[in-house]
């Protein structure tokens, strides 16, 4: 088996989230049978122009359900854990990510208190999705990981394991113009004719291969032969440049990862929307 490359952008993340990690007061909240861990919001210090950001850390376990017969020693509780940098001022874009976010942890607005969305969305994997099995795990997060003075993005990463073999991964970047609070994605490409010929031309040293051709054996579900399909994920932008991945097994095997690449603004100027 090749050798594979994770990119850089994997890491990334997992710096990120590590770096703004401080520590927390914990207030233990009994709810039923589960204990629900909620540290006290901390408000991360940042430069003034900066966008001022609340680091929040939710976690909630079950003992499992099921299988009801399982062996001590391999019990391994059910958990579920909500980790994001809040967005704290009163500006456009600071609502925007804020409506970004609660949609995707399912509260429906800033009157519905986040933790107890959040013990709903547990409760509801741990019953529903789950059935309580042995070791299922729900882990998100939403991290600002790029901003200069004209864009800001956060990261969404979401590990989920629901039984199996292994669990799954997603993430996903959104990047928001600070001037209008809009999230910034295909929109910004005035066409993408050939635009998957370029991230093409990037993939052989993600799989650590010697050409295109090579790509193509590494490659799985590829609708028209030696032809590669732009990533369902929007593009996203971070460290003054453009990103473009591609999820589990959107492309490639469990094992490949998540073929990404990135290209400076330059590199896509003939494609850009009023590039300067």
């Known amino acids: 088996m090749k050798k594979l490359v994770f990119s850089s952008i994997i890491l990334l993340f997992a710096l990120s989230a590590c770096n703004n990690k401080q520590p927390q007061k914990e207030q233990v909240v009994e709810t039923d049978s589960v204990t629900a ?3 006290k919001p901390t408000k991360i210090s940042t430069k003034a122009d900066a966008l001022s950001v609340q680091r929040i850390e939710l976690q909630d376990s079950m003992p499992p359900l099921m299988p009801e017969d399982i062996e001590d020693e391999y019990k391994e509780n059910l958990h579920y854990t909500l980790t994001l940098d809040l967005p704290t001022g ?17 509260q429906k607005s800033d009157n519905e208190n986040l933790e107890t969305a959040f013990k709903k969305n547990a409760k509801k994997f741990f019953t529903e999705e789950t059935d309580g099995w042995n070791g299922c795990a729900l882990e998100m997060s939403f991290t600002k990981t790029f901003e200069n003075d004209k864009i800001v993005t956060f990261t969404k990463n979401c590990y989920w394991y629901g039984g199996g073999a292994h669990g799954s991964t997603t993430i996903t970047g959104v990047s928001f113009c600070k001037k209008t609070g809009k999230r910034i994605g295909w929109d910004i490409f005035r066409t ?10 990037k993939l052989p040293n993600y799989f650590q291969v010697e050409n295109e051709d090579d790509v193509f054996e590494e490659l799985l579900n590829i609708e028209e032969e030696g032809k590669l399909p732009l990533p ?16 589990q097994y ?10 990404n690449c990135a290209f400076s603004f330059d590199e896509l100027k003939d494609f850009l929307v009023n590039f300067k």
């Open 37 to 39: 861990v909620v540290p």
């Open 90 to 106: 009163d500006d456009i874009v600071s609502d925007s990510i804020r409506r970004y976010i609660f949609s995707e942890v399912e």
């Open 192 to 201: 993408t004719d050939g635009l998957a010929d370029l991230i093409l031309s």
């Open 232 to 247: 369902q994920t929007q593009p996203w932008i971070e460290n003054d440049s453009i990103y473009f991945l591609y999820q």
């Open 250 to 259: 959107e492309i490639a095997c469990y094992a490949a990862g998540m073929p």
